[in-house]
């Protein structure tokens, strides 16, 4: 049986057929990243879950292309980075986009 680091490198070279299988390994322990990055707390309700999914594997995808071969580390050390930063610009883009469309009290909306 192929380890996680095997099954990227033969993704690096190529064979992305390994792609589901690798995803399939790593998902649970993604899901648990993430939950442990935002300490139990649930995510905002502006936050689309299939949105962040989708961009979840986003992240897996970039760990594999990031992973290096001739260095020590394992593969999650690259999901766990990649979750993080997928993440942080996924939730600040919603954020930004939500405080750019919302209407302002001088555009005649009243405030709360």
């Known amino acids: 049986m192929l380890s ?13 057929e390994y792609n589901k ?12 990243l993430l939950s442990m990055r935002y300490g139990g707390i649930s995510l905002p309700a502006y936050i689309d879950k299939e949105d962040l999914q989708q961009n ?3 992240a ?3 760990a594999v292309e990031g992973f290096k071969r001739d260095k020590p580390y394992k593969l999650n050390s ?5 979750i ?7 939730i600040n ?8 469309t919302s209407p302002s009290p001088r555009d005649g909306a009243t405030s709360r």
Do not use: P
């Open 78 to 82: 690259y999901l766990e980075y990649h």
């Open 56 to 58: 979840l594997y986003f």
């Open 93 to 100: 883009r919603v954020k930004n986009c939500l405080l750019y």
């Open 4 to 16: 996680n680091e095997e099954l990227a490198v033969l993704i690096q070279d190529g064979h992305k």
């Open 21 to 32: 299988l690798l995803y399939s390994r790593v998902e649970l322990l993604m899901y648990k």
């Open 84 to 90: 993080r930063n997928t993440t942080n610009r996924y």
């Open 60 to 62: 897996f995808l970039k």
